[in-house]
T-cell receptor, first 115, second 110 residues
Framework: NAGVTQTPKFQVLKTGQSMTLQCAQD?????MYWYRQDPGMGLRLIYY???????DKGEVPNGYNVSRLNKREFSLRLESAAPSQTSVYFC??????????????FGEGSRLTVL | GIQVEQSPPDLILQEGANSTLRCNFS?????LQWFHQNPWGQLINLFY???GTKQNGRLSATTVATERYSLLYISSSQTTDSGVYFC????????????FGQGTILTVHP
């Protein structure tokens, strides 16, 4: 039982390049999340998916797109990376949907540097 | 959306000391969790505690939902307790989105 798996763990991009962060969970959870963590800023929600086929913007969605490919997978795409997107990205999942109950579980994180 | 405030922002302890971390939130919640981020960056679930009291070894947590706060108690602290402690909440208008506090940075010296 792997839980929440993110790839890649580390990535260095040049400004303007594109990339996709992949996330998969094997807990049959309905909700999936992408957060970013910057020094001194805590975790901020980028996008949220309450179920397959639905996505909602979070606090900081600009510059990102997401795809809920199926119940297991939720990808985050940077179309044209900017230095301001240098951050640690965390994927998470939760059994509940738009109801708030249920425990959130995180992946190991992906460290992205944009030069 | 719900505002979450954690205090203190930083805490330095000697091994063996006790501590209390606080999480205040601005609206009613039906989801509240405490996480520990270790020095390697992993986010570890400590408690899922939208109300009431729970204990797990040297750690315990209490949420008083009617007064909009939660407390995390660490007793007999160890150096391995060092890291950042986050509180995350969701309430009636969150529709599943959990909001995190800024965290408390805990340093335990031997």
């Amino acid at each position: 039982n792997a839980g929440v798996t993110q790839t890649p763990k580390f990535q260095v991009l040049k400004t303007g390049q594109s990339m996709t962060l992949q996330c998969a969970q094997d807990m049959n959870h309905n909700s999936m999340y992408w957060y970013r963590q910057d020094p001194g800023m805590g975790l901020r929600l980028i996008y949220y998916s309450a179920s397959e086929g639905t996505t909602d913007k979070g606090e900081v969605p600009n510059g990102y797109n997401v795809s809920r490919l199926n119940k297991r997978e939720f990808s985050l795409r940077l179309e044209s990376a900017a230095p301001s997107q240098t951050s640690v990205y965390f994927c998470a999942s939760r059994k509940g949907d738009r109801l708030n109950t249920g425990e959130l579980f995180f992946g190991e994180g992906s460290r992205l540097t944009v030069l | 959306g719900i505002q979450v405030e954690q205090s203190p922002p930083d805490l330095i302890l000697q091994e063996g000391a006790n501590s209390t971390l606080r999480c205040n939130f601005s609206d009613s919640v039906n989801n509240l969790q405490w996480f520990h981020q270790n020095p390697w960056g992993q986010l570890i679930n400590l408690f899922y505690i939208p109300s009431g009291t729970k204990q797990n070894g040297r750690l315990s947590a209490t949420t008083v939902a009617t007064e909009r706060y939660s407390l995390l108690y660490i007793s007999s602290s160890q150096t391995t307790d060092s890291g950042v402690y986050f509180c995350a909440v969701a309430g009636g208008t969150s529709y599943g989105k959990l909001t995190f506090g800024q965290g408390t940075i805990l340093t335990v010296h031997p």
